[in-house]
């Protein structure tokens, strides 16, 4: 697979921040943690109605996070805990204060479960909002956003 003996050598030519440092907190990984397609009731929207009725919105995070420790050990305290991330998630779209934009529902949800854990890298979170309001508007699956927050 590798043709040259320099290949081999590649990650020692990294820089140690993208190879990961014990005495460095400043850690790349491609590992993550993903909880799709939870589903809550929430009152968020423009519309008075929104707000009173409330409706459906679906919800997918997806967390940046060093698992290496996890994967090694098998130790729950390793890693980060999925009921806890789902909780957090639930307390954001489910509770007060309720926002006008799912941006700014997003953007709370990214901050909290950023808030979890100090391993937590960077947060993508998608919401869809299956019941849309959308006057003349062609009937549709969703609509959605879908932002990314980095830690820091």
Not at 95 to 115: F, K, M, N, T, Y
Not at 122 to 144: D, F, R, S
Request: charged content about 25%; aromatic content about 6%; overall charge negative.
């Amino acid at each position: 697979f590798f043709s040259k003996p320099e290949m081999l050598r590649l990650p020692r030519l990294l820089p140690m921040a993208w190879r990961g440092s014990r005495s460095s907190r400043c850690v790349h990984t491609s590992d993550k943690i993903c909880l799709k397609g939870m589903s809550f009731g929430g009152y968020h929207g423009v519309l008075p109605f929104e707000r009173e009725i409330g409706q459906r919105f679906i919800v997918d995070v997806e967390l940046l996070v060093d698992l290496a420790a996890a994967g090694a050990s098998d130790d729950l305290h390793e890693t980060l805990n999925y009921a806890e991330v789902y909780a957090e998630v639930k307390r954001v779209v489910e509770g007060p204060p309720h926002r006008d934009l799912i941006e700014a529902v997003a953007h709370d949800v990214a901050q909290s479960v950023l808030g979890l854990n100090n391993t937590v890298e960077t947060a993508t979170v998608k919401i869809l909002k299956p019941q849309a309001p959308i006057p003349g508007g062609p009937i549709l699956e969703h609509v959605g956003i879908e932002i990314t927050r980095h830690r820091g």
